[in-house]
């Protein structure tokens, strides 16, 4: 087995110290068929890693120890931790405060924009919904989920008018894509709630 890592490291195999593996390291170990017990610490600090190989042959074949992953994983769950309790989420990149978690019932346009205008919350009470601009921003790059921890999951109202005043901008989170819709009578359905997502800051309107 060919072993490699994206964050050097110590590392051992069944209690065995390996040394210190680098990124740029390709290391041969000869492992027998059965499980065999990968463990391994980042140099710059972090949680142990470890894992069970079961190895069921002696084809040849690449692992990766992943600690960077593990690392970015630890860091987000840290990140939805202290959004969650602070109620709220700074985003640093554009200077908007968003709240934690868009709304948990389904609602038309109107009911989540006064859901805004009558939320107090960090000692603000300048709450709106977003622009679709700002929801965008808000979105991981290339993802479908919201930065910062916010919970955002499905249909998310925006001020950004549609077709008509009648209409309404959202943005799914669930699948990264905007639609039109009625901002009286549309509610979503199902698992795709219409929700309200609040935001203050100096963005113009």
């Known amino acids: 087995m060919l072993v490699r890592t994206d964050l ?4 051992s195999i069944d209690g065995k110290p390996q040394g210190v593996l680098s990124v740029d390291d390709r290391v041969t170990v000869s492992l027998g068929i059965g499980e065999h017990l990968m463990e391994a610490v980042p140099l710059s600090g972090g949680p142990l890693w470890e894992q069970v190989l079961s190895i ?23 990140t939805l931790a202290a959004t969650r309790e ?14 934690a978690a868009a709304s948990v ?11 805004c205008r009558d939320l107090r919350l960090a000692g603000y009470s300048d ?17 479908h989920t919201a ?33 039109m819709s009625a901002k009286l009578s549309y509610r979503g359905s199902g698992p795709l709630p219409t929700q309200a997502l609040c ?6 309107k």
Request: with cysteine.
């Open 8 to 11: 050097q490291c110590r590392w």
């Open 147 to 179: 930065k910062g921890g916010i919970q955002a999951d499905a249909y998310v109202w925006s001020t950004s008018q549609g077709k008509t005043p009648r209409e309404a901008w959202l943005l799914d989170f669930g699948l990264g894509l905007g639609r």
């Open 86 to 99: 602070r109620g709220y989420w700074l985003d640093p990149e554009t200077g908007l405060t968003w709240e």
């Open 199 to 204: 935001v203050r800051g100096n963005v113009p």
């Open 127 to 143: 709450w709106q919904l977003p622009t679709i601009e700002e929801l965008n921003q808000l979105r991981v790059a290339r993802g």
């Open 56 to 78: 069921s042959d002696t084809n040849a074949r690449v692992f990766t120890i992943p600690l960077l992953a593990a690392k970015n994983a630890e860091e987000l769950r840290k």
């Open 105 to 115: 019932s389904s609602v038309n346009w109107f009911e989540g924009a006064k859901q």
